[in-house]
C-alpha cells in the first residue's frame, strides 16, 4: 500500500488512480482536462437558516470555461467516479492547509466533501485514502467533513454499518446525504452522523411518508438538518420549518472557483 505522508505523496497516488481508472472516452476527456488545469473545485457556502451565517463550505468539482458543468455528468467509468472522489478530498486537504497557514483559525468555515458510500464500500483504494487523510494529515483533516452519499437502496447493512463505525470513530464530524424514502436510519442511529443532508424537496406522498421518519430520527437523535440545493425563498420557508438549520444553494450564493494546483500533473 502507498504511503500518503506527504502532500507530494498524495497527489502522486491520486495521479496514479485516475489515470487507471480511465475507460470511456470521457474519463480521457477529464484526463486532458486536469492537465490543462480545467478541472476546478468551487466551494459553495453553507448558511445557518436563522442567522444565515455562513458556517460551513461545501465542495464539487467542476469543468469548463466558465466552471458550468459537474464533472459527474459525463459518462464516467465507475472507478473514474471513485477516483474523481479521492481528487476531490485531496483538493479540500489542500484548500484548508492553505488557509489554515494564512488566516485566523475562527476563519475557517470546516470544509463538506461528497463521497459516494460505494468509494469506500467497494473500491480498496477508497478507504485506504480516507485512513491515510486521518493519520498523516490530521491537522487539515479537522476542517475536512466527509459527506456520505447513501443513494443507492439495498447495501449490505454489516458492511455498511462497518464503514458508519470506522467513521464514527475516526472523523471529528462526518455527515450522510440521503434520498427519500430511505432504509438506513436504524444503522444511522447506531453510528449518528453529525447531520443529514437532504437535497430533493416535493410534495409527492412517497417523499412526505419518507420524510417524516427522518424528521423524527433527527429529533430524537440531535442530528443537524442540512438542506441542500435551495433554489427559491418557498423551498428555504419549508425545509426551516421543518427544522433544517443550515442550508444552502443557488437562493444565496454562486458556487466560488478555485483552480486546481498547476503541479498536479497527469501527463508526462
Known amino acids: 500500500m502507498a504511503k ?4 507530494a505523496a498524495l497527489g502522486e497516488h491520486a495521479r496514479g488512480l485516475l489515470i487507471q481508472a480511465a475507460r470511456t472516452p470521457d474519463d480521457h476527456i477529464l484526463l486532458e482536462a486536469m492537465q490543462h488545469n480545467d478541472i476546478r473545485h468551487v466551494c459553495q457556502p453553507i448558511r445557518h437558516t436563522e442567522t444565515n ?37 485531496l483538493l479540500a486537504v489542500r484548500h484548508i492547509k492553505f488557509q489554515q497557514e494564512t488566516i485566523h483559525a475562527s476563519l475557517i468555515n470546516p470544509l463538506v466533501v461528497p463521497l459516494q458510500v460505494e468509494t469506500l464500500l467497494k473500491w480498496e483504494p477508497g478507504q485506504h485514502f480516507l485512513s491515510s ?56 442511529e447506531r453510528y449518528s452522523p453529525a447531520a443529514i443532508k437532504i437535497a430533493q424537496f416535493n410534495e409527492d406522498a412517497t417523499f412526505k411518508q ?39 444553494g443557488y437562493i444565496s450564493d454562486i458556487p466560488t472557483s478555485f483552480s486546481a494546483p498547476r503541479k498536479f500533473k497527469l501527463v508526462q
Not at 4 to 7: A, E, K, R, V
Not at 133 to 160: N, T
Not at 221 to 248: M, P
Request: charge should be negative; charged fraction near 20%.
Open 4 to 7: 500518503l505522508f506527504t502532500d
Open 210 to 248: 419518507g420524510l417524516l421518519p427522518v424528521i423524527r430520527f433527527l429529533r430524537q437523535c440531535h442530528v443537524e438538518f442540512v438542506a441542500g440545493r435551495v433554489a427559491t425563498q418557498y423551498d428555504l420557508v419549508r425545509f426551516r420549518r421543518l427544522g433544517a438549520g443550515y442550508y444552502f
Open 133 to 188: 487523510l486521518f493519520e498523516h494529515h490530521h491537522q487539515a483533516m479537522r476542517d475536512v467533513v466527509p459527506c456520505i452519499q447513501l443513494f443507492q437502496p439495498g447495501l449490505d447493512s454489516e458492511q455498511l454499518g462497518q464503514l458508519l463505525g470506522w467513521l464514527h470513530g475516526v472523523c471529528p464530524a462526518y455527515w450522510v446525504d440521503i434520498r427519500l424514502p430511505t432504509a438506513y436510519l436504524p444503522l444511522l
Open 53 to 89: 451565517e455562513v458556517t460551513f463550505q461545501h465542495l464539487t468539482l467542476r469543468f469548463g470555461s466558465n466552471n458550468e458543468q459537474s464533472v459527474y455528468r459525463f459518462d464516467l467509468s465507475e472507478e473514474m467516479r471513485y477516483a474523481l472522489d479521492l481528487f476531490g478530498l
